[in-house]
């Protein structure tokens, strides 16, 4: 919020000299593209969309013409500046408008924009003055028709942009996911005021109702009784007040007989209705929450009558009322807007489309996560614990991995120091970010690596382990070729696992790494846990390739680079090519930790095409085909992959999926159930989590689904 | 309560030899008491059966001649409001508001069918409640003749404060409350108002949230008759209007408020 730094007298002087942190608040500013904004009865939302120069790491093969190519590096790696676009989103109180405005016109230096955007009632009201101080032309838009298309837009985009909670129950935030079909449903937006929209398709909404009890009512009636000038600060004291003091309760009415009336005791009969009798004063703290109590169920109450005048059973509440704050949450299920918390959105994650995958059972029950951390306490404990304990590891390897850049250590260390924040927030408010997996974890860390400009900290890294793998790769396959065909199977199963321990991510094999460097993988193999693993359906699936036909075409989702995609995956794509069997191989889009990305991939497989006739072949008859999976995670979310993905897998029949890794077949689809056939493989990196599943660390899980008829 | 009872007491009402009825909460919250300090056993009743029949009864005894049911014709116009009469002799369906600390709303389809469908603790309580923290008032009849001085427009922010006027896409004309109590965000207009505005604005807010339940309950339910009554409209024809305006406006005149002359 903007905070004025000197001290005026009215409208007329307002102070020049504002202290606002512009990095963080307006953030990008100068290249914004397109402006929209809505003025409301108290407050100003502002939306632009601007571009960002942001570092991403490529790579690119080199052209080896008869130069020494063993010790060449295997690919070039380089970073590059690249523009991407982003949508900005402020908030600030109508009082503040004029120096807002005055801000952005002082810093409003590189665009070419001549037009904003502006719905609410302020478009009319402030027109003139936006117009004369921004020196842009004011374009209204019908507020219902924004409110609109923006919600539709953030069911349809945003993953758990919509929670329910529940009252004392053990999870109290239910995030729901994406539902394919989001009509019809009410929308109850709760500004100053309560409007109150039933949206029926896209193009086909109509305002109802409403209510002028709204959050205007609570920030004024709130500040006329307990003189807080600031909502947050209402929202403060109600969530430590106690609002039985001030209401008066059907038991008050009652006595202990409540049942003939068929009403709990509990319910509030009268808001403020002891207010007629108590002889002392009330505190600010139960006022607050009183009030509170009185205006959420009554916009709830409200919004249900109106629901089933309509016969709607969705309800979405919106607007910056509600905020998150468990306080205002209790009485009521919400939706919220996520804006409020983030105030930034990569627009790019939206221009390629992310779909289903085809092969999921049910998508519109499918949730990726196999343990939902705001749910488990412990379990959330301990992850939150680990992470923290990794970071200063995390930071260490960002700025060696830019050892030529001046000021990688301190964009480490503040990647670090908003990490570790992030952390210290989730401790204290399990559901601050939306929904806590350890996925989120993961993602969320690669995000703020990405932020500082370490797109790709383990690039060079990668680099070297592929090289390294490359080498080893003929011998590898001359000795699988030489086994017998069932002795052949175990050792490609074994290859898949043992490859999956050179995983950097993991804090126990690193540790390893680093202090080994020869650990190879012929001794990962050999130390690989004896059977019966932890997970063992491997009998079944040996069954399987004995008695049934060639799989027609296998998805594989890989893990790592190096050892694990080489040595681990490659032997295994090849035999199911020799076997008849075409293969997906999908890869992240981006890069996370040390997982291999689609653009290594190609260079990859085209290093071995040149060493292995039937790796050749079958690129050439495309029946190995490389594909992006849209993700730039270490784990696997199926309902949002590329399209381009569920397209091929569509076309091309595909009736077994491979999950390898423990972000992708562990953290995430541990549950996830297919309508095909499928392998879930991992090792398991972490003791608490080999403990929690029953087995020590290094544990094997290898599981071979069929789908029931 | 106690005083009472101890009036009761000392007056010696345990040696009447007739039932002492009983009705609302505190029938059996005091029941004891009674029993004890005053040596009267109650006979007790359910209060929603009490206000259906005592509704049907009273209307149907009349008041002195004329009728026990009125509606406002010109609700708002002081000069051309009246108050007419409503027969009420086929009452049913009808939609009971009862407005006391807090407020019941009942269906009534027959003399001996009838179900509570919701209620609201925005009520008469809230209003006084309210008021005496705003104002220091101590009565009822006081924050009631404050509001009869009071201009709420000051401390509730209009449509036309937001718009600059009608906002004709939703219907809303400008002098309809877009939030209630909203100017009061501002330092300056809560010094500006006076306490004969804010309990106004507080009989406003909450007469206006009664109404609008009222109206959506009515179209729930498929009622076109809504009789309000209870003690918080009591000498308080500023609510009773406004019930009876509001109702006509939103509903477009599908909705009809009518009221009691024994509230």
Redesign the interface.
Known sequence: MAERGGRGSGHGSLDKSITLPPDEIFRNLENAKRFAIDI???LTKLAYYSTVQHKVARVRSFDHSGKDIDNEPLYEISVQEEITARLHFIKFEN?YIETCLDFIKDHLVNTETKVIKAT???A??FKDLIEKKLGLKVDKE???TCLIKGCNFVLRNIPHEVFAYQKDSDTEFRFQTNHPNIFPYLLVNI???V?IVKVESEDKFE?I?????????F???G???TKT?KFDELLQLASKGQHTN???L?KD?????CQ????SGN??????????TADKE?SKED?AKSLLH?IS??IG??AC??A??HNLDKIYFGGFFIRGHPVTMRTITYSINFFSKFDMLEMDRLERPLVNLPLLKDPSTYIPDTVDLTDDAMARKYWLTCFEEALDGVAKRAAASQPDSVDAQERAEKFRQKYWNKLQTLRQQPFAYGTLTVRSLLDTREHCLNEFSFPDPYSKVKQKENGIALKCFQSVIESLDSLGWEERQFALVKGLLAGNVFDWGAKAVSDVLESEPQFGFEEAKSKLQERPWLEDSYSQWLERLKEGPPHKCALIFADNSGIDIILGVFPFVRELLSRGTEVILACNSGPALNDVTYSESLIVTERIAAMDPVIHSALRDEKLLLVQTGSSSPCLDLSRLDQGLAVLVRERQTDLVVIEGMGRAIHTNYYAVLRCESLKLAVIKNSWLADRLGGKIFSVIFKYEVPCK | MPAFIQMGSEKHFSSLHTTLCAT???A????QDFRTMGDLELCKL???DCLVKGVLYIDSVGFNGRSECYYFENPTDAERCQKLPFNLENPYPLLLVNI???VSILAVYSKDNYK?V?????????F???C???TGCSTFEEALEMASHGDSTK???L?R?????D?E????PGW????????????EK?DSVSKED?ARATLI?IT??IG??AR??A??ENINRVVFVGNFLRINTISMRLLAYALDYWSKGQLKALFLEHE
């Open positions: 409301g009865g108290s009082t609410g009632g302020g009319y009201k019908d507020v219902m500004g100053s005021g409007s305002w109702g409403g209510s002028s009890i709204g959050g205007g009512t920030w004024g009636l500040a006329l009784l000038k001030v209401d008066m059907v009415v009652y006595g202990g007989a003939t009336l068929g009403l319910l509030i009969a009268s808001s403020f209705g002891k207010s007629t009330f006022m009185m169920n009554d109450q409200l009558l109106h089933k005048l | 609302g909460g505190g059996y919250k005091f029941e359910d209060e929603l006391g600390s807090g509570r919701t209620g609201t603790s925005l009520g008469g309580g809230t006084f409640g309210l005496c923290l705003l401390v509730d922010k449509v404060d937001i718009y600059g006027g906002y896409r939703f219907g809303l309809a409350v877009a939030s209630s109590f909203g100017n009061m965000m501002s330092k809560r804010l807010t206006n949230n609008s339940i959506m309950c179209l729930n």
